[in-house]
């Protein structure tokens, strides 16, 4: 007869016992969720999620008080993340206590004392969507999974080298020893950062904060998938950040410098993330390229080529097809200008995708190329700093999706300039996409500002041509 198993403890349990649904196919136990439910319980939790979400934070409370059920619902710490945050009463007056509960309630009454209870443990009650994002918080990061790591390393390559062998192949590269004369790396820690942001907010997740909130929302935090901060008007709040950090030589030549400051688009940001924060598969929408900085932590990184679909993905439209051998790019973009989207599978994935892989550690940068979609995660506790990099490679890509998809911008690119060619793009259906050949011999200042309207509409009013023209 084995030994008995060593009970559970409770640190690994969810605070309300919650459990995945599959647990209840070997219960003997009563549903406390169908039970408490009542007529309710024809709907799944999902649906049921929604329209607790349009309830007020005083209803959410009172329902908490009906029964078992109610109360692991209308405790769901999303609910009580988006009361904070999505309030505008509340924005910028929040700290973040312990839960998003907890600083709601702090926050909305601040005269009363709120003491820490322990939450009510609820027996024989089963939620796939209440107990996920807990179980992806808590479970641990493994080492083999971090040390993967399938990207080219280079250290010392020349810029022609680089050039040749990653840009123009449109493959991402991981550079070593290439900002090791910042300042950025000596001066940019949590303290630092907080002394420069004082009396500024930074945006985490579209949302304004002070960064001193933001610190301590990160140390606390229990989030599935942490706040981020990802701000672009780093510099203007804090000016002597700009100056700890030069521009890499693989990287001097920036084409939307013609356009004059004023007309630039928005080019750099600042990162920052506690361990899980970071984003999911995503492409640039502008077909330009990137390159990242890790300052201090480690960011992890997965990529796949323009010819993969990456998983948990689908699209409407045909996958091009594979790339022939030694080439990662030269391949169309979808019609959609925008991030991949989370859509109902249409096209199954491709077989054997593959799997580019990277861990970049402080003091290293990463070229994420065109087309290219990309998953990242913060390992730990990280700050990161991100450019987009404007080359004529990735002009002649973007040039080759953007303006061309229409037969008749090929005559308005050269006779009305880039604000007509923007209006006829807000009028053209995807439907009548076509490949024709591009001709870029045209005035540089005129190709990028064709580009930078097609891209940045928001950077130009289309009543007049752009300055630069």
Known sequence: MGSPKAPVSQATQHPHNVQPWGNYLFAQGKDTRNAGLGRLRALDDEFLMQVLALLPAETLGRLACVNRAFYCFSNHEDLWRALTLEAPELEGKWRFKNTWQ????????????FHRKHPLRVQGFYSDLLYQPWHCTTVPLHSSWLKRDTIDRRTGLSVEDFKQQYELPNKPVILQNTIDDWPALLNWNSKYLKKVFKGNTILAGDYPMGFDNFLA????????????????HFASKAPQLAADYKVPKYFDEDLFSVLGEAGRPDFRWLIMGPPRSGSTFHK??????????????????IMYPPSALPPGQATLLPIPPPPPPGLFHRQLPSCNPFPLLILPRTLPPPTSPPHPFCVRSSGSVVLVEPHIASLLTLAQMSICFSIMHSCTTCLSMCLSFRICIHPTLHSLMTTNGACHVMSC????????ICCMPVHLALPMKLAIAVFTACCFPESYACQSPP???
């Open 467 to 469: 300055a630069c023209l």
């Open 217 to 232: 929302y990160s140390q606390r935090s229990r989030d599935e998938m942490p706040l981020y901060l990802f701000d672009k």
């Open 425 to 432: 793009l807000e009028s053209c259906p995807c439907s009548e």
């Open 284 to 301: 640039d929408p502008n077909a330009t390229s990137a390159w990242n900085a890790v300052v201090t932590g480690s960011k992890k990184w």
């Open 102 to 113: 907890q600083t709601y309630l702090k926050a909305s009454l601040p005269i009363h004392n």
